[in-house]
């Protein structure tokens, strides 16, 4: 068994002071030794990345994009290329992010296109999926989750699978007030994300292989934190977590690792 836990920063530390202090009490206090079965990484906005690599050399967290441009180079002001983030050592990209679905209006196609930039130059992408509250209360779930799944994947190889992972994050449960407005944001239950973790393994038999589904590397994230990580973290069709709010401070963060590596034992 091997987890993946992953904090995805956001906007939420920005400036070099933060980052520098926040690394350096990371790298401290789970950061220095390599925890068999147990991969950590961080991501970052995209212009403190070059100093969490400076910061992080030595340390077993690895460096994590946000996002990516879905092409390689040219005129698109405001993106970052692929190339930049291999520069900088990143090993991980998010995909897709419900934040960047909703708020930023990114689509399937436009997702497919980096998952294959991604892969082509050997960084590995974070793909995220997750239905909205109202899109879960009508039934859509499994609709939504396996339009996200085939767009994403379209015309990737059984190959390519082991260098991806799959975040399952239902909107409803991340801590977001812009994604839920007027709904009570919680985790999803033990149950609801077995439920979902279970589906999307499912689709990974039927459009692929037996094989490569038990193989995947599929995360809970919404929500997550000290309190409920380790009932989500002990099913056994969740295989990690990608977590925001506590992700920023290592008496949150450190924590959810020392439950990952308590399950491990
Ligand atoms: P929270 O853990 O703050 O709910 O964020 C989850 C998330 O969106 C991680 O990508």
Excluded at 184 to 198: F, G, S, V, Y
């Amino acid at each position: 068994m091997k987890f993946v836990l992953g904090g995805n920063w956001k906007l939420q530390i920005n400036t070099i002071e933060d980052t520098i202090t926040t690394l350096r009490d990371m790298t401290s206090k789970f950061g220095t030794q390599q925890i068999d079965g147990v991969e950590i990484f961080l991501a970052l906005p995209f212009t403190l990345l070059s100093l969490a690599k400076e910061e992080l050399k030595g340390s077993t967290i690895q460096l994590a994009a946000q996002n990516v441009a879905s092409t390689e180079k040219g005129a698109y002001t405001g993106e970052v290329s692929v190339e930049s983030l291999v520069e900088l050592d990143v090993e991980y990209v998010l995909v897709g992010h419900s934040e960047r679905r909703i708020i930023f209006g990114e689509k399937g196609p436009e997702l497919n296109k980096k998952m294959k930039l991604l892969l082509e130059h050997n960084l590995k992408p974070v793909y995220c999926v997750g239905e909205t509250a109202q899109q879960r209360q009508s039934g859509l779930f499994d609709e939504v989750i396996s339009q996200q799944l085939a767009e994403g994947f379209e015309g990737i190889t059984e190959d390519a699978l082991s260098e991806i992972i799959i975040a399952y994050e239902p909107v409803w449960a991340i801590n977001n007030p812009e994604l839920n407005p007027g709904i009570e944001i919680q985790a999803a239950t033990p149950e609801q994300a077995i439920d979902a973790h279970k589906f999307i393994r499912s689709w990974f038999v039927t459009n692929y292989s037996d094989d490569a589904a038990s193989r995947l590397i599929i995360q809970y994230g919404g929500s997550m934190k000290p309190s409920n990580a380790e009932t989500l973290l002990s099913q056994s069709d969740i295989n990690g977590g990608l977590i925001g709010g506590a992700s920023l401070r290592s008496e949150t963060l450190g924590p959810i690792v020392d439950i990952a590596v308590k399950l491990l034992s």
